[in-house]
């Protein structure tokens, strides 16, 4: 069993919709929870980092971390055709070391 | 400023030849990780560096794969020979100093073995 599960999809909504990305992982000393987004061909840059359990909001961009059942969540509001990459979960317990889930391949439809 | 820098982008070679990947990263960040992504899969990472030290190598290929740091600023990841399976996405990352700072990666160099 992978430390950090993450379905691959690919998940395909209409423009406009609220997306949910989810993942689960088995190591309770994660402390530090990210979410990455990478386009095609591109490296993965950071969208939103998380301390622990609770929520982050960022614009149309919300993470929510539950240690209690190990998961994580990534929801996008109103969203656009440029949203359409791979989102990639991570997390680490301080030590500078990301684990990685599999990544969620999103397509928005215009 | 300047993102992480890597080059080449592409690299196609037939299988038992070596190859070099180079990655420059942001000025300042002392922190420089090399991470495999094979397709479809997430980041592993494979070696990081802490100025010139290597302080995680437990994930790297000591057989075929060597890793440098010279100066504590750009680094070299060496394959050789290469295998089929080393297809993959390598990706240069870079961060500061302290444990929790955000990594930033480059473009990655697609290597095709042949």
């Known amino acids: 069993q992978k430390e950090v599960e993450q379905d691959p999809g690919p998940l395909s909504v209409p423009e406009g919709a609220i997306v949910s990305l989810n993942c689960t992982y088995s190591?309770?000393?994660?402390?530090?929870f990210m979410w990455y987004r990478q386009y095609s061909r591109k490296g993965p840059e950071l969208l939103m980092y998380?301390?622990?359990?609770g929520n982050k909001e960022d614009g149309r961009f919300t993470a929510q971390v539950d240690k209690s059942s190990k998961y994580i969540s990534l929801f996008i509001r109103d969203s656009q055709p440029s949203d359409s990459a791979t989102y990639l979960c991570?997390?680490?317990?301080?030590?500078?070391?990301?684990?990685f889930g599999q990544g969620t391949r999103l397509t928005i439809n215009p | 400023e300047a993102g992480v820098v890597q080059s080449p982008r592409y690299k196609i070679i037939e299988k038992k030849q070596p190859v070099a990947f180079w990655c420059n990263p942001i000025?300042?960040?002392?922190?420089l990780y090399w991470y495999l992504q094979n397709l479809g899969q997430g980041p592993e990472l494979l070696i990081r560096?802490?100025?010139?030290?290597?302080?995680?190598d437990s994930q790297l290929p000591k057989d075929r794969f060597s890793a440098e740091r010279l100066k504590g600023v750009d680094s070299t990841l060496k394959i050789q020979p290469a295998e089929l399976g080393d297809s993959a996405v390598y990706l240069c990352?870079?961060?500061?100093?302290?444990?929790?700072?955000?990594?930033?990666f480059g473009p990655g160099t697609r290597l095709t073995v042949l």
């Open positions: 190591n309770s000393a994660f402390q530090y």
């Open positions: 998380t301390y622990s359990s």
């Open positions: 991570a997390m680490s317990w301080g030590a500078q070391k990301l684990v």
């Open positions: 000025s300042g960040h002392n922190t």
């Open positions: 990352a870079s961060s500061g100093d302290g444990s929790t700072d955000t990594q930033y």
């Open positions: 560096y802490e100025n010139e030290e290597a302080v995680d």
